[in-house]
């Protein structure tokens, strides 16, 4: 009874060498692919990516950056918050 039968430890013996599983290649892949960094985002990732609220972005940050429509949608040039958040001075 210690011992399995032929048949199972040949298929553990074929599994153990097999490698990596479909599941486990793709999770591979997709860590090594180059993110493309989007041109233009919805308003909650813009107020997300500058990690204030959304009051205080509609207020302060929304009128000094450049806007397209998509349909019903706006979204942001992400250029334009970059180029707002580095002409911020500095603290400190």
Do not use: W
């Not at 233009?40 to 009128?63: M, Q, V, W």
């Amino acid at each position: 009874m210690d011992q399995m039968p032929e048949i199972v430890q040949v298929e553990a013996e074929i599994a153990d060498t097999a490698g990596p599983n479909r599941a486990e290649r793709r999770a591979k892949a997709s860590d090594n692919r180059r993110r493309v960094r989007p041109r233009f985002i919805s308003i909650k990732e813009g107020h997300e990516y500058l990690n204030c609220s959304r009051s205080y972005f509609y207020a302060e940050i929304y009128p000094k950056i450049n806007k397209v429509k998509l349909g019903r949608r706006t979204l942001l040039e992400l250029d334009s918050i970059d180029a707002l958040a580095d002409s911020l001075p500095a603290v400190g």
